[in-house]
């Protein structure tokens, strides 16, 4: 993905905002909710999807990538993050709770 600058990224959300289609209405479009925690560097994220079993990372994915994107622009002014991947499989790394998976990413941009 390619960096937005802070001036073009605040110019597409300005621009969402006066469709009716800013933060709010975008989190409400995905199924699942995903809450994220920081550290205290800001850049070290756990992302929390609520998800019952059987939920795949397919479905949970754009929940959980929209949080990070958004926490890492705005704090970094990047939008690009890392996240932890699965050896196994090759796709993103996840603990599994009774409702919930949690992701781990770090923001590039710190």
Known sequence: ????????AALLLAG??????GPDEVERSFPYKA???????QSDLAISVA????????????????QVTRHC?????????DWQIDPATGDWAY???????????RCQGR
């Open 1 to 8: 993905m390619k960096r937005l600058t802070p001036l073009v």
């Open 16 to 21: 969402c905002n006066s469709l009716g289609w």
């Open 35 to 41: 809450e994220i925690a920081v550290d205290e560097n």
């Open 51 to 66: 998800a019952p079993p059987g939920v795949t990372v397919d479905i949970v994915r754009e929940a959980a990538r929209y």
């Open 73 to 81: 622009l705005q704090t970094f002014g990047d939008s690009d993050a």
């Open 95 to 105: 603990t599994r709770t009774p409702d919930a998976m949690i992701f781990r990413a």
